[in-house]
């Protein structure tokens, strides 16, 4: 009776493909753990870093504010944010479960509850993105992309678990679920400007991510916005 909440949350299918096709101490419990543990907790610290971002350019009084000279790479990270808060979205409106590989209809709580934490968080990033196109501020910026970081490894952790499971996944919901992943990675790219430093706490973070590591803005410190 105790476990029944946490069953009703997950709905393990016993002996089903998750069990089979991964050797793991969660067995069938695989899916819900790595999502909520890993994907939620991730997207509900990007959330809060965002929010606060947010808070600091609308409130902070004592933060030096600077308009950008040029609002090219905000409108890039705007469509970016936006397809990935549209492809969760998109997953819960069309039924694109990645977890149910036994038959099952419809989806899981933890799914659920996962996709919206998603679509908030990122809907979050969007809306930052649009503030900063009116004003710019420097605190909290650097919080903001470890925490792009942070979801990152967590992808990259689910994408892990998704490929070794790849055969029972019909192409249209696994391309979804990948397409989303390299809009993530494109809008960390985007949001590093200081490429050196960004690029060796990626390499140590994540290796699976190194592919990154080539890309060249090049810009001078602070030359690209002015002081409002």
Not at 1 to 14: D, G, K, R
Not at 88 to 115: C, H, K, W, Y
Not at 176 to 183: E, M, R
């Amino acid at each position: 009776m105790a476990f029944e909440p946490l069953i009703w949350y997950c709905q393990p299918v016993a002996n089903g493909a998750w069990t089979k096709a991964i050797d793991s101490g969660f067995g069938s419990y695989t899916p819900c753990a790595i999502d909520s543990l890993v994907i939620s907790i991730s997207h509900l610290v990007l959330l809060g870093l965002c929010s606060y971002r947010i808070w600091l350019i609308k409130i902070d009084s004592k933060a030096n504010r600077f308009r950008l000279r040029s609002n090219y790479y905000n409108y890039m990270l705007g469509l970016l944010a936006g397809y990935c808060t549209a492809g969760p979205l998109l997953r819960l409106v069309m039924g694109f479960s990645i977890f149910n590989q036994d038959g099952q209809t419809g989806f899981a709580p933890f799914e659920i509850i996962s996709l919206i934490i998603e679509a908030v968080s990122w809907c979050s990033m969007l809306m930052m993105i649009g503030l900063e196109t009116k004003t710019y501020i420097r605190h909290c910026r650097w919080f903001v992309r470890f925490g792009v970081i942070y979801v990152l490894v967590g992808d990259a952790v689910m994408l892990n678990l998704i490929l070794s499971v790849s055969g029972y996944y019909n192409r249209s919901t696994l391309y979804l679920y990948i397409s989303t992943v390299c809009c993530q990675a494109g809008n960390w790219q985007k949001l590093c400007t200081d490429l050196r430093l960004c690029v060796k706490q990626l390499i140590v973070t994540c290796q699976c991510l190194e592919g990154f590591a080539d890309m060249g803005l090049g810009l001078k410190k602070y030359d690209w916005m002015t002081i409002l």
